[in-house]
């Protein structure tokens, strides 16, 4: 009979029925007034909650048996692994080995937060699964249930099921460096259905009265001093770094966006731009190329204080020095200026818009305005990212222009 999980905490109280009997800790057995059988009432260790499963028995004595012969099998001591054998001692050991490579520079930020994510997480991580197991004994099969039973509790996507595929994999390589284990079981990698990415689409690829990116930029403007969020109000700031993302190619992130100062900032000649100095993005650190654009707004900015700021100064709203927060008010800010606009629901792919949508605008129309004569290479290096992404979530979304489609049918001179 299959064990269920009691919905109630308590058990249903009857003056004219016995009192639940412990047998020993984390087991007893009680009745309920709705039935003449016996339940057993078992701890489970692993799980950290109570399991109910009826007897089947009616009689006291019978129905103790029942109850102590469960209680054996699920409750019994597991054969004691020693510390430095186990998955926990091994995801210490890499955590700690991962950090060190964060400080020297080999590994992002970024990198380093989503495998201790992973490993970590209180309702699904690895640690929280495997933590005690002998890692010797761990094997493919035992990674393919876990993943299994995580994916249906949890309903974690593909991408967060190979970020867990990751650190599981690094873990079990330090015991191959240890020498405990020959190689790494096999991970099977989830599949994943690339999705496009949610930008305000202009013109030429709609027609201009369907220019959302217009549409905002305006919209943003009209509603100065109209719009807030808690103590954040739309003004030409908001203005200014919503244009700055789009010229910019930065992700709306701490350690991008939120994270440049005026000494991460170069003007330079031929041709006129911004060099961004990105020092710990997601793929870590990068010099990144701005358009001539983001030059104008940049001195609109300076300007903005009146050259009252030094180089540690943020260049966007520099009076909040916890980045995640002003990061929490902008995000909060934009998505009610989109409710206002009703810009929030991207039509063509039913997905919501929000600040990453600035920059994937950006990189459509480095791909669409140049009618395909953009490098992409350069395109995905300035940007941070990879070819592999570029063609993935933009390009191959991106209907054909009526240039692409004259050099598809050129003969060459």
């Not at 994510?117 to 990674?143: A, C, M, P, Q």
């Not at 403007?221 to 003004?235: P, T, V």
């Not at 605008?361 to 570029?390: D, F, H, K, P, W």
Request: proline residues 3%.
């Amino acid at each position: 009979m299959k064990l269920s999980i009691p919905k109630d905490k308590g058990f249903v109280k009857d003056s004219n029925l016995p009192k639940a009997i412990q047998l020993y800790k984390g087991l007893s057995i009680y009745r309920v007034s709705r039935s003449k059988l016996w339940y057993v009432r078992i701890w489970d260790r692993k799980r950290k909650r109570y399991l109910v499963k009826s007897t089947g028995f009616e009689d006291l004595i019978r129905a103790k048996e029942s109850a102590q012969q469960l209680g054996i099998s699920l409750l019994r001591e597991e054969p004691k692994v020693d510390k430095d054998r186990t998955f926990d001692y091994f995801a210490l050991l890499y955590l700690k080995k991962l950090r060190n490579a964060v400080n020297r520079g080999d590994k992002s930020e970024g990198y380093a937060h989503s495998m201790r994510y992973s490993i970590e997480n209180s309702r699904w991580g690895l640690v929280s699964y495997f933590g005690g197991k002998d890692i010797t004994k761990i094997k493919t099969l035992h990674y393919e249930q876990y993943i299994d039973l995580i994916g249906k509790k949890n309903g974690l996507k593909p991408s967060t099921k190979n970020t867990v595929m990751a650190g599981f994999r690094n873990v079990m390589k330090e015991a191959v460096e240890e020498g405990l284990i020959d190689f790494v079981p096999s991970t099977p990698r989830t599949k994943m259905k690339d999705s496009p990415r949610p930008f305000f689409r202009f013109a030429p690829l709609v027609n201009k009265e369907d220019d959302n990116y217009k549409k905002l930029l305006e919209g943003i403007k009209s509603n100065y001093g109209k719009i807030r969020n808690r103590a954040l109000i739309l003004d030409d700031e908001m203005y200014d770094l919503c244009l700055f993302c789009v010229h910019s190619f930065v992700r709306p992130t701490m350690t991008e966006l939120y994270g440049i100062k005026h000494s991460d900032v170069t003007i330079a000649d031929n041709p006129k731009r911004l060099l961004l100095t990105i020092r710990d993005g997601k793929t870590g650190y990068r010099v990144s190329n701005t358009l001539e654009a983001a030059v104008s707004i940049y001195n609109r900015i300076k300007e903005r204080h009146k050259n009252n700021f030094d180089g540690e100064d943020y260049i966007f709203y520099r009076g909040y020095k916890n980045r995640q927060t002003i990061s929490a008010m902008v995000q909060r800010l934009f998505k009610s200026v989109l409710d206002e606009l009703d810009l929030r629901v991207d039509k063509f792919t039913n997905q919501n818009h929000s600040m990453y949508s600035l920059r994937h605008t950006a990189i459509c129309m480095r791909i669409v305005l140049s009618e395909g004569q953009v490098n992409i290479y350069n395109l995905a290096r300035n940007a941070g990212t990879s070819v592999g992404q570029i063609e993935r979530f933009y390009a191959k979304h991106l209907p054909l222009s009526a240039e692409l489609a004259r050099n598809l049918q050129s003969f060459g001179q």
